[in-house]
């Protein structure tokens, strides 16, 4: 496995993959009601760090410098991507000696990088990748933040409004919340569901370490 040493340059202004209005628009909230925005911020904040964490990479856009060794083959994955190829400020094999672009190849989509000669190292990458948060945000990486979003939201309202239960003894009764009775088979289907939806569309998007 190659060791890889990331230093982050000039870190970007949010991590948060949904804005406000684009959540309460898909969530059918009115823009003008403020009352959840506290809320609601909170969720897309946390979530967004969650689909990042399970992830393993960071998909705002940074400044980043990378130094890789111990590399096993030519290639190397940035870990901030997409990235355009002008934004390669500089690739230095070994560090301190910079090389000219005619001597590897660099794949926007993927990150990928592909020396064309066995080099020596450490090898150091300059650039700049990732999406400008929230606006440029896959939409599959919304969809996901979403629907997690939702699901956290109704199991909290299940939580609240499920599991009335009552006990009574002649003329006295006693009322009580049960908490595990709000998580029913229906619960279980919609989590199943939301689970397995954001798996099948997170897995396109996992850094693989090399």
């Known amino acids: 496995m190659a060791d890889i040493i990331i230093k982050i340059l000039t870190p970007a202004d949010t991590y948060d993959l949904l804005s406000l209005e684009e959540l309460k628009t898909s969530m059918g909230i009115d823009p003008a009601d403020t009352t959840q925005d506290t809320q609601l911020e909170q969720a897309i904040s946390r979530f967004s760090d969650v689909i990042s964490t399970l992830c393993n990479r960071v998909f705002a856009k940074e400044d980043v410098r990378e ?60 650039y700049t990748g990732g999406f400008d948060l929230p606006e440029d945000a896959p939409p599959a990486l919304k969809q996901a933040c979403e629907i997690m979003i ?21 003329e006295a009764r006693v009322m009580f919340f049960d908490p595990l009775a709000s998580a029913g088979v229906a619960s279980q289907k919609s989590f199943g569901w939301a689970m397995n939806t954001t798996n099948a569309l997170l897995m396109h998007y996992v850094r693989l370490e090399c």
């Open 150 to 170: 939702r699901e956290d939201r109704a199991v909290i309202r299940g939580l609240e409004t499920s599991g009335i239960r009552s006990i009574t003894h002649k």
């Open 67 to 126: 130094t890789w060794r111990c590399l096993g083959s030519r290639r190397l994955f940035l870990s901030h991507w997409p990235a355009k190829e002008e934004n390669i400020e500089s690739v230095e094999c070994p560090r301190g000696t910079i090389l000219d672009p005619s001597a590897y190849e660099f794949e926007e989509k993927s990150g990928k990088l592909e020396l064309f000669e066995s080099r020596a190292e450490p090898i150091v990458v300059t």
